[in-house]
């Protein structure tokens, strides 16, 4: 792999600190009632997928200690395609409670916490799931070449 694609990676500390402010801004949406909490993940997450920018992401990048080079990293287009399921499950959330469905609202914010809980701990659903498109589309595309 060359040395560009190789930097333009996202250290994996960087993309721990984002799941985790997503998992503690839900949980404290959760046991505050103060929902608008759910908006700040939400534009962190609407900025890096439509401008590249993420200040989560930006900030935390100040705290590493080493080059970035010298982290696992994760591939960019997979935590965009990542950040786009999480803005889907926050903004859908976000709705339900300000239309005051209720038990959607905790499904969708749920759904978006555990998913980043799970990745935090070592496995990612939307990972899981891009591969699984990626293969879908693939054998589709082989089975048309025949």
């Known amino acids: 792999m060359s040395e560009v694609a190789v930097s333009k990676g996202i250290p994996r500390p960087l993309v721990k600190t984002n799941q985790a402010f997503i998992v503690i801004s839900v949980l404290l949406s959760w046991i ?12 962190a ?14 900030l935390a990048a100040r ?5 970035r080079s010298a982290y696992v990293l ?3 287009e997979q ?18 409670f300000l239309a005051g ?8 914010t749920a759904m978006v916490a555990v998913a980043a809980t799970v990745a935090i701990l070592g496995f990612c ?15 589709r595309k082989q089975g048309n070449a025949q």
């Open 45 to 58: 997450g609407l900025s890096g997928l439509i401008f590249g920018y993420n200040p989560v992401i930006k």
């Open 74 to 76: 994760e591939d960019p």
């Open 79 to 96: 935590q965009q395609f990542n950040q786009g399921i999480a803005v889907f499950c926050l903004a859908a959330g976000l709705l339900s």
């Open 63 to 67: 705290l590493l200690t080493k080059e």
């Open 125 to 139: 659903i939307g990972c899981f799931i891009h591969y699984q498109w990626k293969m879908y589309t693939y054998r």
């Open 32 to 43: 505050t009632g103060q929902y608008w909490i759910l908006a700040l993940p939400l534009a």
């Open 101 to 108: 469905w209720t038990v959607a609202a905790y499904i969708f």
